[in-house]
Structures are given as structure tokens and as C-alpha cells.
């Protein structure tokens, strides 16, 4: 059974950091995307950013470039949110998502982040 563990979520002030976790587990994956989504209270689930485990190259969302990091962990299949400088707007549940192309798609359970001003 695949199991998608995200954890790391928290209460923060305005200006501070967080990192996510993201870990999969129950098979061996390769040629996948891992990406984290989130959504805010009324708004839209919003793609943050991914990160490719073939070569490693990432995309960030504009809101989110240059205060977000997406690597890779020493563990296979561990995937980092790095979050700095956080606005009370970064303010959401986070998601990551294992996706495989028509091969599979995962989704985690989700963690609450919460940034205050």
C-alpha cells in the first residue's frame, strides 16, 4: 500500500520559516514529479512548486520564488518544502503529490500552516 506522509506544518510569525516533509512509501518509484500544492481558506488548491527526481530541476509559482525551496532528501522518495520569509498569505494546508504520469498519482493527507502577522 503507497502511503504519502506529509508532516512539518505549524503555527509561525510573519517573516519566519518552515520546512515540509513530504515521504512515500510501499513501492519503488521512479520518473516521477513530487510536487506541494496548497490551499487557503476559499481560494482555489494553488500549485507551489515541483521538482522532477530525474534530474532534479524544480518550478516554483511566482508568489513563492525566491522564499520557497523544493530538494531532495538523502532518503529515496523524501521531498523538503523549505519555507523562509513566510506572509500571513502563505497562510494554507499544503499538499504533496507523487505524480507518475498515467502510471500513478499520490496525494498526501495534507499539513496546516499557519503565519502570523
Known amino acids: 500500500q503507497v502511503q504519502l506522509v506529509a508532516s512539518g506544518g505549524g503555527l509561525v510569525q510573519a517573516g519566519g520559516s518552515l520546512r515540509l516533509s513530504c515521504s512515500a512509501s510501499g513501492r519503488t518509484f521512479s520518473g516521477y514529479t513530487m510536487a506541494w500544492f496548497r490551499k487557503a481558506p476559499g481560494k482555489e488548491r494553488d500549485l507551489v512548486g515541483t521538482?522532477?527526481?530525474?534530474?532534479?530541476?524544480?518550478y516554483y509559482a511566482n508568489s513563492v520564488k525566491g522564499r520557497f525551496t523544493i530538494s531532495r532528501g538523502n532518503a529515496q522518495d523524501t521531498v523538503y518544502l523549505q519555507m523562509n520569509n513566510l506572509k500571513p498569505e502563505d497562510t494554507a494546508v499544503y499538499f504533496c503529490?507523487?505524480?507518475?504520469?498515467?502510471?500513478?498519482?499520490?496525494w498526501g493527507q495534507g499539513t496546516q500552516v499557519t503565519v502570523s502577522s
Open positions: 521538482i522532477s527526481s530525474s534530474d532534479g530541476s524544480t
Open positions: 503529490r507523487l505524480n507518475g504520469g498515467a502510471r500513478y498519482d499520490y
